[in-house]
């Protein structure tokens, strides 16, 4: 298994790739409602825990030099894990996800406006601490919800991985149609040769 350092790529050389001839395979790990809400041109939709479940049956598609794509990096980071656990060698991060991507006004296609999922956790973390703390003025004991929360938060910080942020993904609100191995799969099958470019 490779455990080696991922190999970052900054959003200018992506693009810079994107309009070469041999364009590399992005891949967007975040959820199908984040992806709705913004992407890069030409990118597929493989969300982090569905690349998990089906890593060597994804990995068998991964032909060309692939670079990972969530908000920020986190997420890529863990998919680039993975897919070094199938002997896939040929993979960058893209260095500060779709946020560094959209700040230099790159191209991006836009459909349902839906939050992010690391904006979902603040709110619902929040939401959790306001409430237990408030309610504990009548029930003490709900002040160790607030306490378990804020320990939830400063683990996710040290680990750099988000339960809550996991559990989030797996709600409706997140998932889109295209979020089932089978339609994943077929699309980075067929579409090989189909590789749009960004503009």
């Known amino acids: 298994m490779n ?4 190999a970052a790529i900054d959003a ?9 001839t041999a364009p590399p395979r992005v891949l967007d790990v975040r959820t199908p409602g984040e992806f709705e809400t913004a992407h890069m ?19 068998k598609r991964l032909d060309q030099q692939v670079v990972l794509v969530c908000r920020s990096g986190q997420r890529a980071t863990a998919a680039d ?12 991060i893209l260095d500060g996800g779709m946020t560094a991507w959209e700040a230099l006004g790159f191209p991006v ?28 003025i009548v029930a003490p004991r709900l002040k160790w919800l607030a306490a378990g929360i804020g320990g939830g938060l400063a683990a996710a ?13 797996k709600l409706s609100y997140n998932r889109g ?15 090989v040769a189909a590789h749009p470019k960004a503009r």
Do not use: F, K
């Not at 200018?12 to 070469?20: H, I, P, V």
């Not at 296609?109 to 504990?136: I, M």
């Not at 910080?157 to 989030?168: E, F, K, S, V």
């Open 3 to 6: 455990t080696s350092t991922p």
């Open 12 to 20: 200018q050389e992506l693009r810079a790739l994107m309009n070469s």
């Open 41 to 59: 041109p030409g990118a597929y939709n493989v969300p982090l825990d569905m690349l998990r479940g089906h890593r060597d049956e994804i990995a």
């Open 81 to 92: 894990q993975a897919l070094r656990g199938a002997d896939v060698t040929n993979v960058h």
């Open 109 to 136: 296609e836009r459909a349902a406006q839906r939050w992010d999922l690391e904006r979902q956790v603040r709110l619902v973390a929040g939401c959790l601490v306001l409430s237990s703390v408030v309610s504990s």
């Open 157 to 169: 910080a040290l680990t750099d991985t988000c339960a809550m942020g996991t559990m989030l993904s």
């Open 177 to 191: 149609a295209t979020c089932d191995a089978r339609t994943i799969v077929a699309q980075l099958t067929d579409n």
